[in-house]
């Protein structure tokens, strides 16, 4: 999955929680948030203290309300793919410990053939009835 497909993929299931993610796409939309974050955040740093801040804080707030529940239901189909609950998110809550393991498992490979959320979306050619 190439980063424009991973983005349209994500946004294109906004808010679906059904089913599963490949590593690429959950790690291409991370680096897209990680990238537009960046490039608000210089934004506001070199126009702190004029109106264009304020402007630059809007479109950044805008943006993490826009992006909030797709990247929720990116991960909850990343740990999908793993054959994990997507509960397990809520992992996040745990202080440093939380955010360890979900890393670790996001890093992990997919499940293959079939698990309980679905087909293998690696293996998405083969499983046609589904």
């Not at 109106?51 to 797709?70: D, G, K, T, W």
């Amino acid at each position: 999955m190439t980063f424009q497909e991973a983005i349209n993929s994500v946004f294109s299931n906004y808010a679906n929680f059904n089913g599963r993610a490949r590593r690429s796409e959950y790690w291409y939309f991370t680096l897209f948030n990680l990238i537009v974050s960046m490039v608000l955040s210089v934004l506001m740093r070199l126009t702190s203290g004029s109106a264009m801040f304020n402007i630059f804080r809007i479109i950044e707030i805008v943006y993490s309300l826009a992006v909030f529940i797709p990247g929720l239901a990116v991960s909850w189909r990343r740990l999908h793919d793993i054959g994990r609950s997507g509960a397990w998110y809520l992992l996040i809550f745990v202080p440093i410990v939380g955010a360890i393991v979900l890393i670790v498992w996001f890093c992990k490979d997919s499940q293959p053939d079939v698990n309980q959320y679905g087909p293998s979306p690696k293996d998405f050619g083969q499983y046609s009835s589904y």
